[in-house]
């Protein structure tokens, strides 16, 4: 079977600890993305695993035709996810529980135009099932999340040397990361210079997010666009709903179109918890009112 995007990810049962309050959300990148991808229309598939308990998200991207092809196991991964205060970007994150790693099988008979990976922890898709992404003729990005994080003996994920950094960089077509995770990659917090010197390691698109919006550097030169939501309630799946509208966008527009799109889907994620909630009329809607100029 052939899709425009396959996203690849476990799903995450997430415990979401703020001021406002405590709740559990439907997590995973492959979750967030792929509700994108069906809002904007495109054949999509999401590769997944997950405890059979946890079946409705299968059936929620079944709804808005995603094709989903599930491993089912004993426990989905669990994560709680600590924001201290008001600021986007500080939160800690634990795992309880893991659902395991994915095998080059689950991806071999697969076929698509797009292939984005969407890891939550260090181990769930390993070197031999990018290296099967990457023998097909496909854009393939993927979130560095998935390759920095690693549990603690709490369970705190934090961000650990990545030994096999080159060779998964050296063959991306995207790379997506925050602010946080480039500056743990490169030293730098300015995004600017960390995009550039994650580029210099072999990604020929760089994507990286913090509070304030989106920063790409693509064919040599970088581009920015703002976060506008209404407001900030949904946090959680920022970076994965932004690079899923970009690869998304991308398959069909050059980097600046791609920017804005990803931005004002983002925009419109945050405004809610849980994956995109919004069609692709209220996304040029906001388009057209915010980023016109």
Request: proline fraction near 5%; aromatic fraction near 6%; include cysteine.
């Amino acid at each position: 079977m052939s899709y425009d995007v396959v996203f690849i990810g476990n799903y995450t049962k997430d415990t979401i600890v703020s001021p406002t309050g405590t709740r559990v959300v439907d997590g995973g990148g492959f979750n967030y993305g792929a509700h994108v991808a069906a809002m904007m229309g495109l054949k999509t598939a999401a590769v997944t695993r997950l405890a059979a308990a946890d079946r409705h998200v299968v059936e929620a991207l079944e709804r808005v035709k995603v094709t989903v092809l599930a491993t089912y196991v004993p426990h989905s991964t669990c994560l709680t996810l600590y924001y201290p205060g008001q600021d986007p970007d500080r939160r800690v994150i634990t795992v309880k529980q893991s659902a395991g790693s994915f095998t080059p099988e689950q991806v071999r008979l697969l076929t698509a135009r797009a292939f984005v990976i969407n890891g939550s922890i260090r181990g769930e898709v390993g070197l031999e099932v990018i290296a099967e992404l990457r023998r097909k003729e496909a854009m393939l990005a993927a979130d560095v999340q998935g390759f920095l994080r690693v549990p603690g003996p709490d369970g705190e994920l934090k961000a650990a040397p990545w030994p096999e950094r080159d060779e998964v960089l050296a063959v991306l077509d995207i790379l997506k990361a925050d602010a946080v995770e480039a500056a743990a990659l490169t030293g730098e917090s300015d995004l600017a210079r960390a995009a550039r010197r994650l580029a210099g390691w072999g990604p020929k698109e760089v994507v990286l997010t913090d509070r304030e919006g989106v920063l790409v550097w693509a064919e040599g030169r970088i581009r920015t666009e703002r976060f506008r939501p209404r407001q900030m309630v949904g946090r959680s799946g920022r970076g994965d709903t932004c690079i899923a509208a970009y690869v998304c966008a991308r398959l069909s527009w050059p980097p600046e179109e791609a920017t804005r799109w990803a931005a004002a889907v983002t925009s419109l994620k945050l405004e809610a918890e849980g994956p995109l909630g919004c069609s692709r009329q209220q996304v040029e809607a906001l388009l057209r009112e915010a980023y016109s100029g």
